[in-house]
């Protein structure tokens, strides 16, 4: 999420405030802190991790740059379905997997479907139309603050130094992209 106002300084030219740049930079650094081994070594799935991250933030961007042109609603179907063909063309292409659907199944994956991705991105797509794509790609990067959060209450995970420096950072970062500060005189 960190790379969107980047995207839009490099592909569009389009004037960045500091206070953006700064809150993009801090949660990069949180990020960081959260995910990097001790040594800041990137193994494969870190690898592919960051490039799913480059191309959410193409997501998020081309998002904010056509909410104003289509309606949010069909922006939002246009995305579900490019993401339900394309999820069912690699899942064919990859080849030997099983299909043996239960009750229980068929509900996770109609939740993870409906509310998880669709009623989440319809949101974001409509929000996207009343904010910029980089405070909301910093709203967004939240996300793993709520994910180490949930680790330790759902999964009873050790609350280390890291997570606090890590998600004070990235709070921080939301923090100071979305607050004026103006100097008095």
Partial sequence: MVFVPFIA?????KK??????????????????????????IGLGDGLT???????AFQIFLTG??????RPAVLNFLQMTTACVLSAAG??????FTFAPSARSFLAVLYLGVVSTTITYL????????VDETKSAIILSMEAVFGTFFSVVLLHESVTIRMIAGSALI???VLVS???????S
């Fill in 9 to 13: 300084l490099v592909i569009y030219r």
């Fill in 65 to 70: 740059e056509y909410v104003g042109r289509i």
């Fill in 178 to 184: 979305e607050i004026s500060f103006k100097m008095q």
């Fill in 123 to 130: 949101l974001q797509t409509v929000s996207q139309k009343y």
């Fill in 50 to 56: 960051l490039l799913c991250a480059v191309c959410f």
């Fill in 171 to 173: 709070l921080a970062a």
């Fill in 16 to 41: 960045i405030e500091v206070r953006s740049l700064i809150g993009a930079g801090m949660a990069l650094v949180g990020a960081g802190v959260l995910s990097l081994k001790n040594d800041f070594s």
């Fill in 91 to 96: 899942l064919l292409l990859a080849g030997d």
